[in-house]
T-cell receptor, first 115, second 113 residues
């Protein structure tokens, strides 16, 4: 089954404790992206990747890191989480990043609470 | 600047009513793409439709229909004969020359039996 998976689905942590949210897709998609969803703000892009070893900042990258060492994986790293990073996080992927906007398919979401 | 506005924060209807969710967008590009996603209470995002700026034909898929009007920069979504299972948050989104999606703030639809 074609899908985007995220782990963990729920996470409670404390300020400053490094964490990683994994994202994996099995569709051989080139483009992957991370979004955060906050009430009243919709979804906002954090980082994206056009292909392996190619990543760039989205609209709200502060406090986050990403890497793209393999095509299928795009982990989101919070080196020192803070309470304002409490949010619902979505990973997404699409076939190609050609400037012709492909449909993005989303993972199930990761709900993060930073105390 | 690119922007998507969903002015309706929440809509409540009774089952079998028709309901229209509004979406107004801003862009300076002539080539762009518009999307609708559904987020049911379980939280995942479900893709509903993708439309490019050169195709203004309305689209119908079962009880769902979309009205794209470039003259008013709108891409409205209508559910005919709504059902309880349609209860969700619906997001409209815009994409220009990159794959980044600019989302509206969403409209929460509640359909009561």
């Amino acid at each position: 089954e074609a899908q985007v998976t995220q782990n963990p689905r729920y996470l409670i942590t404390v300020t400053g404790k490094k964490l990683t949210v994994t994202c994996s897709q099995n569709m051989n998609h080139e483009y992957m992206s991370w979004y955060r969803q906050d009430p009243g703000l919709g979804l906002r892009q954090i980082y994206y990747s056009m292909n392996v070893e190619v990543t760039d900042k989205g609209d709200v990258p502060e406090g986050y890191k990403v890497s793209r060492k393999e095509k299928r994986n795009f982990p989101l790293i919070l080196e020192s989480p803070s309470p304002n990073q409490t949010s619902l996080y979505f990973c997404a992927s699409s076939l190609k990043a050609t400037g012709v906007s492909e449909t993005q398919y989303f993972g199930p979401g990761t709900r993060l609470l930073v105390l | 600047a690119q922007k998507v506005t969903q002015a309706q924060t929440e809509i409540s209807v009774v089952e079998k009513e028709d309901v229209t969710l509004d979406c107004v967008y801003e862009t300076r590009d002539t080539t762009y793409y518009l999307f609708w996603y559904k987020q049911p209470p379980s939280g995942e995002l479900v893709f509903l439709i993708r439309r490019n700026s050169f195709d203004e034909q309305n689209e119908i898929s079962g009880r769902y229909s979309w009205n794209f009007q470039k003259s008013t920069s709108s891409f409205n979504f209508t559910i005919t004969a709504s059902q309880v299972v349609d209860s969700a948050v619906y997001f409209c989104a815009l994409s220009e020359d990159t794959d980044k999606l600019i989302f509206g703030t969403g409209t929460r639809l509640q359909v009561f039996p």
